[in-house]
């Protein structure tokens, strides 16, 4: 990053005491600059997050406003049930035969799977209009399908039952008592609160009827606007959208349309109405910037397996081992000359080819002439390294009747040869590095100005 970014430090003043956390700060700050200056605040999957987490904010809000008699007889208001369901929509306007043609497959599907369970997924993918399995919070859903499905056991199959969209049979896979875990959209039009709670929420977003309210409920359409929200006007027209999408009789959709209305504006303005809010986001958007950019600038780089191989061989004196260690391998022979001519065989090979050297060329008879233990020893760890090749006072090579006769061949290490024996150090001080070279980058680019007079009080205390 080569353009300046001008931070006047009016508060954040360096001193012997503030310095440390006085630099986290300024650091962060760069971080966020970064990152915008990236455009990272702009991608559809940023603006996503900051959504969700919003919408969670005023779910969070609302739930604390709610009152209790708008809990439910079978769920808990913290319960989230995960489920799967075979779903045919029936449209508002089927007529009455094709209504129970529907009806009786389903009644068939459903004496199918009481004999066969296992067969519900099969059946879901080939004939349910809801493939996907999904988790479901109260007052989430229609009240029927929340009343069964709330109702059932884990691992229960439903009967067949209708709502307004359609005939369900439904099985319960999992329940949890976790709502940010499990739900990240708990806020929908199907949301139902109490009427208390609805005449609140009018209050709070100076909500007034108008004159297509009436009309649409007598004729069904309106071409006037149904209802104001902090004085905009929302219209048979936009409601007409909205009942495209939700089944159900007009006042039902009324009632839903109204209610997303509500929560929509509620959560438009969010910050505005609710400072505790407002922080909370910003420190959302602020700490997922900063990881975003990070994410690029450290984590993504410091996973490159040719940067951590460069990394190691630029800094290979830092990997050295405190007492040295032997790479070869040990030699137990019959007799002295097998062992005398075998390590003299092996001197001219590969360590990689050294197995196979004794197996064809010394054991090709089907007998065990020479033994061979190969690897890497420090000291303390075979009797025989210490003794012939570290030389340790004290070392004693205990006899083997079968293999009598030893001997090393190979080399002091004073460190590893290759990042592999060490990736997870050596990955992790890569990481260190870039951070620490992409933080000093940041440094260089700002242009910091201290407030001396805010320094001189800081230090006065």
Known sequence: MTNKLGILLSLLVYSLGLAAQTDSILLARLKVQA???????????????????????LYEQLSKDAAPTEQTSHASPEEMIYICQLFKRIPQNAAPASFRQTRQWMDSLSACLNEHPDKLQ?????????????????????????????????GELSAPFLTPEGIHIIAVLKKENCIQ????????????????????????????????????LTHGKSTHTLFTIAEKPYTGEDFARFATAHPASRKRQLELFTVKSLLDYQNETLEQRDTTAHRLLQSFRKKRLVELITEREVIRPSQDEEGIRRYFAAHHADYQWEKPRFKGCVLYGDTKR??????KFLRKLQAGEWSDAIR????????????????????????VVDALFFKRKGARIQPDETFPFVDVLGEKLTGPESYQEIHSKVTDDYRNYLQQQWERALRASAKVEIDQQVLKTVNNH
């Not at 209009?129 to 109702?151: G, M, N, Y």
């Not at 097998?338 to 390590?343: D, E, H, L, P, Q």
């Open 338 to 343: 097998t062992i005398k001519r075998a390590k």
């Open 360 to 383: 064809l060329t010394f054991n090709a008879d089907g007998q065990t002439h020479i033994r061979l233990q190969h690897g890497i020893f420090t000291m303390g760890e075979n009797e």
């Open 181 to 216: 875990s499990c739900a990240p959209n708990p806020i929908n039009s199907s949301l139902r609160p109490s009427a208390n709670t609805l005449d609140d929420w009018k209050r709070r977003c100076h909500y007034a009827p108008q004159e297509g309210i009436e009309e649409l």
């Open 122 to 154: 099969t059946y879901i993918q080939q004939f349910s209009d809801a493939k996907d399995s999904i988790w479901i919070h109260p007052r989430q859903v229609t009240i029927e399908l929340e009343e069964q499905s709330f109702s059932l056991k884990v």
């Open 35 to 57: 990152a915008i200056l990236a455009g990272m605040d702009t991608t559809p999957h940023f603006q996503k997050e900051m959504k969700a987490y919003r919408r969670q904010l």
